[in-house]
């Protein structure tokens, strides 16, 4: 069992940076993929960065990528996401998730994530 708590989220200017924070807590942490998704008010929740369990392989959408970064630390049991040179586009409750399936096949489809923060809200202002 995992629990997560997202934390970071706020109101950042366009071509800002924002650092968002997942604590997690439960039995085990390292042996979980995790991810992060976002969802924007009457969108459905989309994929954003995800991590394998040892760190060693990261995964990014398109829409992302070269600006946000994902990394996680094991031994403080935190999941990060940095994400600089902010867009408007950004904007949306930003959650972190964790997952236990033994492949990594499918690390971008919400399906395979079995636990969930509450998530933190990202506003990005023009």
């Known amino acids: 069992q995992v629990q997560l708590v997202e934390s970071g989220g706020g109101l950042v200017q366009a071509g800002g940076s924002l650092r968002l924070s997942c604590a997690a807590s439960?039995?085990?942490?390292?042996?979980?993929?995790m991810g992060w998704f976002r969802q924007a008010p009457g969108k459905e929740r989309e994929f954003v960065a995800a991590?394998?369990?040892?760190?060693?392989?990261?995964y990014y959408a398109d829409s992302v990528k070269g600006r946000f970064t994902i990394s996680r630390d094991n031994a403080k049991n935190t999941l990060y996401l940095q994400m600089n040179s902010l867009k408007p586009e950004d904007t949306a409750v930003y959650y972190c998730?964790?997952?236990?399936?033994?492949?990594?096949?499918?690390?971008?489809?919400?399906?395979?994530?079995?636990?969930w923060g509450q998530g933190t809200q990202v506003t990005v202002s023009s």
């Open positions: 439960g039995r085990t942490f390292s042996n979980y993929a």
């Open positions: 991590i394998t369990w040892s760190g060693g392989s990261t």
């Open positions: 998730a964790a997952s236990r399936s033994s492949s990594y096949v499918y690390i971008r489809s919400r399906s395979v994530y079995d636990y």
